[in-house]
């Protein structure tokens, strides 16, 4: 009876590890697909329509959030039209395994990025967006956690801030980027 308990917590203890090992490892393999240029590589760890539909579905209720009150009501699902039209577009041909990659690679564009995505935002809704100046060119990871089951969370920026959010989430065992978020340059809290 003792060994087949051994051998059954053995198994337990070895598959826990598997599950916690694997998204590291994916995240290591987005890095190094990235450092590489390796495109192939990126659209293996990467789900480019799910990042896209997340990507669109932020802006547009950030979008929806700044002009709440400044637009009729029998206006705001033609408004959400028009910004489909908008973001759509702009979302394929930002969001690529090039695009992703230079990203990863160290932020140095970061700030086009941003710049990009949030312009047509404030075009629309009249406010001024403060995008803030990039201090690193080279990110590294900071941190990475579980945030649900099926859900990992990966931090990257400079020496002491994350300016850069990762969501991976679990699709079979394998683990793949389906979101990410730009930070306002938080400090890390130990």
Same mark, same amino acid.
């Given at each position: 009876?003792?060994?087949?308990?051994?051998?059954?917590?053995?198994?337990?203890?070895?598959?826990?590890?598997?599950?916690?090992?694997?998204?590291?490892?994916?995240? &290591?393999?987005?890095?190094?697909?990235?450092?590489?240029?390796? &495109?192939?590589?990126?659209?293996?760890?990467? +789900?480019?329509?799910?990042?896209?539909? #997340?990507?669109?579905?932020?802006?547009? %209720?950030?979008?929806?959030?700044?002009? #709440? @009150?400044?637009?009729?009501?029998?206006?705001?699902?033609?408004?959400?039209?028009?910004?489909?039209?908008?973001?759509?577009?702009?979302?394929?041909?930002?969001?690529?395994?090039?695009?992703? @990659?230079?990203?990863?690679? @160290?932020?140095? +564009?970061?700030? &086009?990025?941003?710049?990009?995505?949030? %312009?047509?935002?404030?075009?629309?809704?009249? +406010?001024?967006?403060?995008?803030?100046?990039?201090? &690193?060119? /080279?990110?590294?990871?900071? %941190?990475?956690?579980?945030? @649900?089951? #099926?859900?990992?969370?990966?931090?990257?920026?400079? +020496?002491? /801030?994350?300016?850069?959010?990762?969501?991976?989430?679990?699709?079979?065992? %394998?683990?793949?980027?389906?979101?990410?978020?730009?930070?306002?340059?938080?400090?890390?809290?130990?």
């Amino acid at each position: 009876m003792k060994k087949w308990l051994t051998i059954a917590l053995v198994s337990f203890a070895l598959l826990a590890a598997g599950y916690i090992a694997l998204p590291r490892y994916a995240i &290591e393999q987005l890095e190094m697909a990235a450092r590489d240029e390796n &495109e192939e590589q990126l659209q293996r760890y990467i +789900d480019f329509p799910a990042l896209r539909d #997340n990507l669109r579905l932020r802006l547009q %209720r950030k979008l929806r959030e700044s002009v #709440n @009150g400044d637009v009729p009501e029998e206006f705001r699902e033609f408004l959400a039209a028009g910004v489909n039209l908008f973001v759509s577009p702009l979302l394929q041909q930002l969001v690529t395994p090039e695009g992703i @990659g230079e990203l990863l690679r @160290g932020g140095k +564009d970061l700030r &086009e990025f941003e710049l990009e995505l949030y %312009r047509m935002s404030s075009s629309v809704s009249g +406010d001024v967006v403060d995008v803030p100046e990039s201090e &690193e060119n /080279t990110w590294q990871l900071r %941190r990475w956690r579980f945030v @649900g089951v #099926n859900l990992v969370s990966a931090d990257y920026g400079g +020496d002491t /801030t994350a300016r850069l959010r990762l969501i991976l989430e679990r699709r079979g065992l %394998r683990w793949q980027l389906v979101d990410l978020h730009l930070l306002g340059g938080e400090k890390e809290d130990e």
